[in-house]
């Protein structure tokens, strides 16, 4: 069968099209910059797309001919830069179940639980329903699947619960008693390879939850095993407080997974049964088990709580640097100049100049574009003073307080942000 995937960079869409293509199914994978995955993957077929343009069901119909099936995978956690729910969540698929009705091609939507509950609210959930609405209404065959929490390597969830997971406090939206019901991305495919061998036929519907409902501190203690970590503590964060906390990163554009809808879909969230009755899901931990964590799972979990607190750190330190070089110390400035008999106005231009430098340099670390070059020069800047230091005021080395040395362990910390940052031109090839 020729399957088109669309999402198919995505967590869900790129495991859907793996286990397909090991069934031996032909896959036709749609992604934005399609001509770089195809060199990446060559077995699959890469069809250019954009769910942001492509809203009018003609262009979908050119792309259909041939597909027996189309999958669509495609899924936004914010809005943002151009990206709208209504857009890349309902328009944009609608045009795409139209022309698929108009040619006779079965499709399977990955909707989201709770997406087929009435007087859905939540912008995320309401978009989505919409397109469901649309394609049940439509003729010809197809599948909606209302998937719960879908666990498994790579999946940005995943990767944000793991790192929860891994503190040494995790924190919990208020009693943790939130109830959830994970399915791991194994068993959803498993489902989905099912259906597309033996397919029911007509409209069909599907709820593809896990076998067991957990509590939201159920499952960090269960993941918390998985990468050996050990029993896990808990910080129990007023939900009252959490809520402050997701505004004020909704004001300041900082989007993450922590969000007022977020919050409102943990505190409602729904757990049925799964109902694909040919392929029942396993527990989460016999899933999980089956392929156990590796050391880079558990590192990667571990570095990911630490990194922040590193990146804020380091920051501060040259903004602070720079502040009380140029305002509240400029005296111990001139009087290391001093010694290597630079004085005068060269000496206030010296401070100023360095102070300015460092404040861009911190500045620089928050900017995507520049963030790699700001390290570098950095680590640079701080080697070059330690010279420097060498030959004006050899006696700072020995100094009972460090004030060189202490640079060592700072460049060590600089160069790990600078070899974990992705490159700006690859972020988008990141599997969510």
Known sequence: MRILITGATGFIGFSLARRLLAEGHTIVAAARRAHEWQQKIPAFTWLPCDFLQDTDSTVWQQRLAGVDLVINAVGIINEGRGQSFLRVQTEAPMALFKAAS??????????????????????????????????????????????????????????????????????????????????????????????????????????????????????????????RLGKPRFLRMPLPLMYVAADMGERFRMKGLLNRDALDLLQDAKTPAPDYLPCPPRSLRESLWLEPATLADTFHAVWSGIRPALFASIAFIWFFTALT??????????????????????????????????????VAMFLPRWCRNAYRLQIMLMLGYMVLIAFIVPAQWLHPFGPVTKNLPLIVGTWLLLATELVPGQRHLKTV
Not at 334 to 349: F, H, K
Request: proline residues 5%; hydrophobic residues 45%; glycine residues 12%.
């Open 325 to 362: 070089s140029a305002f509240f110390d400029r005296a111990s400035g001139y009087e290391l100049l001093a010694t290597g008999g630079i004085t005068g106005t060269l000496a206030t231009l010296s401070i100023y100049s360095g102070a300015l430098f460092d404040f861009v340099l911190g």
């Open 102 to 227: 108009d040619l006779g091609v079965k499709v399977i939507q990955v909707s989201a639980m709770g997406a087929d509950q009435p007087g859905v609210s939540v912008p995320f959930l309401r978009s989505k329903q919409q397109a469901d609405n649309y394609l049940r209404a439509l003729p010809g065959d197809s599948i909606i699947l209302y998937p719960s929490i879908v666990i498994g390597r790579g999946g940005t969830s995943t990767a944000l619960f793991n790192q929860l997971a891994a503190m040494p406090v995790t924190p919990l939206v208020g009693d943790g008693e939130q109830k959830l019901n994970p399915v791991h991305i194994d068993d959803l495919c498993r489902a989905v390879a099912h259906m597309v061998s033996h397919w029911p036929g007509g409209k069909q519907q599907y709820q593809l939850s896990g076998s067991e409902v957990l509590t939201m501190a159920g499952l960090y203690g269960l993941l918390r095993d998985w990468l």
